[in-house]
């Protein structure tokens, strides 16, 4: 039991309605969930990074082993709390559900994306502190290590069978097998593909005696610690731009040198941290002010892109190579030149996450009192950011990419949630009712051969059944297969739209329908 954790979150009491409960906004809770995956990211990274003595190449490895002990911490304490003890859910729920990992996880993620709003740094710098990390996880996974032996020896690589094994539906089985060349099948289990995968991993790399790097004892220090080492870079080239201080929120005639220090400069002195560790902090908070920004964009009414839109359409390399005609900062102004490994996109891109990773630095230092509104206009830097999430072009009908996602946000206003499948050779859509827990199935043409066309297909065939349904379109289907499907999939729509919002009747007509009754 960790007091400490469970203390600060019942001092900071929310209530909270699980997305089941028939008092939850699912598009609010859904987006609420999402901030609170980033943050849950970016703590994990924040910490990462304030290890003293921490090989730069190995902070995604020792992020993931954090995220992994922080996710212990909260399926421990988590469910002790008034919040998680207090929180509504509906009557579907059963109560083995309620208890599983998955559903705390989920939970918590609600509650750090919602209580994050009223002190984002505070929560920020309470959670990264209960990290506590003793020894070092920098050694390479199993399946690398397993990947790189089969490579060395001139092996195939080996395949992960991966099935599901049993369990229930809230807490699944899954098995995974690897053949070696000799005939010898290994099995591992796991309560997620990835877990079985490692698992089986584990026990061939034990076979086969193969080595991890060995621990290494290692010391937390605080995060405000990386700050200093941001205002005292160990080289010896100096980059002042003004234009760039201001819209990062930076000090006048602040050194942003640490922002731009290629990998290939760090090659050549190992006393030199690269740009890469602010880099992947910057992605990180990127990724949490995109996710607050769709969360506050929802809370004002409009339409929002989903999170794979959005990492493909807005927070893709091409659009933060837009960075440079913003006016703040441009390539020809770089500090460093004279070699290829100057003029990637990959390192211009990684310059300006690096960028954003000093200017959440920055933030917590200041120790200022922000919510998420004042969050995304933080700076001018973080501005453009949002209005380029705010900005985008929802209604590109000669996108497909696009109908998907618009279905999504449609479907989910309803209570709906969809997930595409392939049976057989035939991909399917299956759609549910998130309270009632009402099923639909529609079906692909079998000639359609990519994910992406059934998706896009499928999911069209949804977005004319609610405009069919309000009333917006109305043209007939062209075939009566078609008349058929729309009609069957109207009618599920309608049935489970109307079972969840219930009519409130007057007293008048409460009493012709007993009248009715009782004759």
């Known amino acids: 039991m960790n007091k400490l954790f469970i203390n600060h979150i019942n001092e900071n009491y929310i209530q909270i309605s699980h997305r089941s409960s028939f008092n939850c906004n699912t598009e609010l809770f859904n987006a609420t969930v999402s901030v609170g995956k980033s943050l849950e990211d970016l703590i994990c990274a924040c910490r990462s990074l304030s290890i003293e003595g921490a090989d730069g190449n190995n902070l995604s490895i020792m992020t993931s082993s954090l995220k992994k002990k922080l996710r212990e911490l909260v399926v421990t304490n988590f469910p002790l709390t008034k919040v998680y003890q207090q929180t509504e859910f509906g009557p579907g729920v059963k109560q083995e559900e309620i208890n599983s990992p998955s559903m705390i996880i989920q939970i918590f993620q609600f509650y750090l994306g919602a209580i994050s709003n009223c002190d984002i740094i505070l929560h920020l710098k309470f959670f990264v502190e209960s990290l506590s990390i003793t020894e070092s996880f920098v050694g390479k996974p199993p399946k690398t290590l397993l990947h790189e032996y089969f490579q060395r020896h001139q092996h195939i690589i080996p395949t992960y069978k991966t099935t599901l094994a049993g369990g229930t539906e809230h807490a699944p089985i899954y098995e995974s097998e690897i053949a070696l060349p000799n005939g010898q099948i290994f ?259 079998p000639l359609i051969q990519t994910r992406k066309d059934a998706m896009t297909r499928l999911a069209g065939s949804c977005l004319k059944a609610l405009d069919r349904l309000e009333g917006v379109f109305l043209e007939p289907p062209r075939s009566e297969d078609s008349k058929k499907n729309q009609k069957k999939l109207i009618s599920y729509l309608l049935r489970n739209i109307s079972e969840d919002r219930p009519v409130v009747l007057s007293e008048e007509q409460l009493s012709v329908i007993s009248k009715k009754k009782n004759e």
């Not at 942003?256 to 941290?273: D, H, T, V």
């Not at 990127?286 to 004002?300: G, M, R």
């Not at 703040?328 to 490994?341: A, E, N, Q, R």
């Not at 209005?387 to 009908?397: A, C, F, M, S, W």
Request: proline fraction near 2%; charged fraction near 20%.
């Open 187 to 445: 099995i591992g289990s796991g309560e997620s593909k990835k877990k079985a995968e490692n698992n089986v991993a584990s026990l061939v790399c034990n076979h086969l005696n193969l080595k991890n790097n060995k621990k290494q004892i290692l010391k937390s220090n605080s995060i405000i610690s990386a700050w200093g080492g941001v205002q005292k870079p160990n080289v010896k080239e100096c980059y002042i731009n003004n234009e760039l201080n201001m819209a990062f929120g930076f000090s006048n005639n602040f050194n942003s040198i640490q922002a731009f220090i290629p990998p290939r400069i760090k090659g050549k002195n190992r006393s030199i941290s690269s740009h890469r560790d602010l880099a992947t902090l910057g992605s990180h908070y990127i990724s949490l002010l995109a996710s607050v920004s769709l969360l506050e964009i929802i809370k004002n009414g409009q339409n929002v892109i989903d999170r794979t839109t959005l990492g493909i359409m807005v927070l893709s390399e091409k659009n933060f190579m837009r960075f440079y005609n913003s006016g703040f900062i441009s390539i020809d102004s770089l500090p460093y030149k004279g070699h290829p490994d100057y003029t990637t996109i990959s390192y211009y891109v990684d310059c300006i996450q690096a960028l954003f990773g000093m200017s959440l630095l920055n933030l917590i230092t200041k120790n200022s009192k922000i919510q998420y509104n004042e969050l995304i206009c933080s700076s001018s830097a973080t501005n453009w950011l949002y209005k380029r999430i705010k900005n985008y072009n929802l209604d590109e009908e000669s996108n497909k990419d696009i109908i998907p996602t618009l279905t999504l946000h449609r479907m989910q206003k309803y209570g709906f949630v969809f997930k595409l499948i392939k049976n057989l050779d035939v991909y399917q859509l299956e759609i549910a009712h998130i309270r009632n827990g009402d099923n639909f199935v529609i079906y692909a043409d």
